[in-house]
């Protein structure tokens, strides 16, 4: 099946559907492709196929190109604030655009694959655990935030995860194999640090819970961390500092970048048998 002959989701069961319908109404009336409309807005086939299938939430930039290629007269650029919104929660928002920002991250997770490093299928089938009724939605915000990683310049980061979270094959076998090799295949840019936490270090400086800290080249870090219905960003220079000082304890208890794949990979083996 091309592309063009995708199946498309009902444009009136989200802002993004909605968004995306409108995007293949404009170009296909103006009896362009995907990869001819692309190429007006300054961006790629992949990424207008993604948007008109609403698996991927489009950027302010594109929504303004958008415009500029098609001459919908700021049609697009006043979507996209509804869009945004709508995609990904008010208390969250900050944070999604602060992530872009940054030049560097430090994630810690206990629980779960970080959502930066998770595959669609991973994502998907944690995010349906709790019945949201937007899952589309919220599977494209989170496909959306990893293209952090196809900036020119990407940020450095480094992860620190609990060994648990290799037990825990959510999605069923086949899926979690897959995250599991995409984590590998993650821990091989130079510019990305995976670090595992192994299960016999039986108290750590993560118990609290996962947190992130981002670093910019400019300003000050900020620390954002987990919680049950809403996560929080913290700028108070103390509650900052520590948790750096938190992740330097976890960076000291875990295993080293190699050991860590070497695990990884152990664990790998252990599905295929």
Known sequence: M???????PDPASSLLAFFGSELRRVRQDAGLSQEEGARKAHTTQSMLSKVEAAKRVPSEDLARD???????????????????????????LPYVELEQEATSMRVFE???????????????????????????????????????????TPPRTWFVLDEFVLLRSIGGPDVFRTQLERLLTAGQDPRTVIQVVPRTVVAHAGLAGPFTLLGFD????????????????????????????????????????????????????????
């Open 2 to 8: 091309t592309v063009e002959a995708e199946e498309f």
């Open 110 to 152: 206990s629980q779960i694959i970080p959502g930066l490093l998770q595959t669609e299928d991973y994502a998907r089938a944690m995010l349906s655990a709790v019945r949201p009724d937007n899952l589309d939605d919220l599977v494209a915000a989170r496909m959306t935030r990893q293209e952090v990683f196809e900036k020119e």
């Open 218 to 273: 400019e300003g000050a870090d900020v620390l954002y961390v987990d919680g049950f219905s809403q996560g929080r960003m913290a700028l108070d220079t103390t509650e900052v500092a520590a948790g750096g000082h938190a992740y330097d304890l976890l960076r000291a208890a875990a295993l080293s970048h190699d050991a860590t794949a070497e695990l990884i990979g152990r664990h790998l083996e252990e599905r295929d048998r």
């Open 66 to 92: 958008l415009d500029a290629a098609f001459g919908t007269g700021g049609h697009f650029s006043r979507l996209y604030p509804l869009v945004i919104r709508y995609a990904y929660p008010s208390w969250f």
